[in-house]
């Protein structure tokens, strides 16, 4: 029998006022003349991020949704060139450990992030692979502070095509390479919608031993003329054969024909049990569907 648990990412319409992704600009940053203040005032915004995280998970809990995919946005400016003196896990101890607390009372909740589209692990320059190496530290400090193991708890895209896609893969490899181990173990990689298919995705899993994350309407958006998803699954499955998680899917379905990549509000129930029917059986554990 092949176990499903279901969820969702960053927030839920049913919970009112409860934004885990309140920010504050640069630009609205720089109008505060007192720039301590300013700090307050974003510390003050990251505190109430994750204490809707914690509404959030509660709101789960009592629905018996066991999948949450966090916001990465709960710290507004975080890691910005112009705050370096801004110690900013510091601050959010308390709130950090609330949460912390609280999946230590629900164990079976998993909790995880996608770190927004600038964490390009394949770029050929320094300085954007240099800001994503900066902002997978954050992911894993904010991870560390709710008492969860990092292990595969950030999926991410290849990144950009560069008009030469098997140089683009190639230079992920290379990339790879200069991470550190402790980000290396954090990462599952996903097939997007436009440039890397999921036999692209697939590619650089086997090769560099790490988790895909299988998304359906990425790969019904972007698929080359490859051959059905089904032909691939059991490689999909493979490659989490050495993950202490269950096998991760993203299921979403088109707003419409003519915005075929925006996603719809609500996921056709018929696509979903028909994609359910054909992976039937081919697990043993529980898997999981964002």
Not at 48 to 53: D, R
Not at 196 to 221: Q, R, W
Request: hydrophobic share 40%; net charge neutral.
């Amino acid at each position: 029998m092949t176990l499903v648990r279901l969820g969702y990412a960053a927030m839920s319409m049913n919970i009112k006022n409860g934004s885990p992704s309140q920010t504050m600009t640069h630009a609205q940053f720089l109008k505060i003349e007192d720039r301590e203040a300013a700090i307050h005032k974003l510390e003050r915004i990251a505190i109430s991020n994750l204490t809707n995280c914690l509404r959030l998970l509660r709101h789960n809990a009592a629905h018996d949704i066991a999948f949450f995919r966090m916001s990465s946005k709960v710290i507004p400016m975080a890691n910005h060139p112009d705050l370096p003196e801004w110690n900013y896990m510091r601050s959010l101890q308390e709130s950090l450990g609330a949460i912390r607390s609280y999946l230590q009372e629900h164990p079976a909740m998993r909790v995880d992030f996608h770190p927004d589209h600038f964490v390009v692990l394949n770029t050929p320059k320094a300085d954007v692979l240099k800001t994503a190496v900066r902002t997978l530290h954050m992911h894993r400090g904010l991870l560390e502070g709710m008492g969860i193991d990092p292990e595969h708890c950030c999926v991410i895209h290849v990144g950009g095509g560069y008009k030469d896609k098997e140089k683009a893969l190639e230079q992920f490899v290379t990339n790879w390479g200069s991470l550190p181990v402790s980000l290396q173990k954090m990462i599952m990689l996903e097939n997007d919608d436009k440039t890397f298919t999921i036999n692209d995705t697939l590619y650089l899993c086997e090769k560099i031993g790490i988790p895909a994350v299988f998304d359906y309407h990425h790969h019904m958006a972007n698929h080359e003329g490859e051959g059905k998803w089904e032909e691939v699954w059991v490689r999909v499955l493979n490659t989490w054969s050495h993950s202490k998680l269950p096998v991760k899917v993203h299921m979403s379905s088109p707003k419409s024909e003519k915005e075929f990549r925006a996603h719809a509000d609500f996921i056709d129930i018929h696509e979903f049990m028909h994609l359910l029917h054909l992976v039937k059986g081919s697990i043993v554990l529980p898997f999981y569907w964002l």
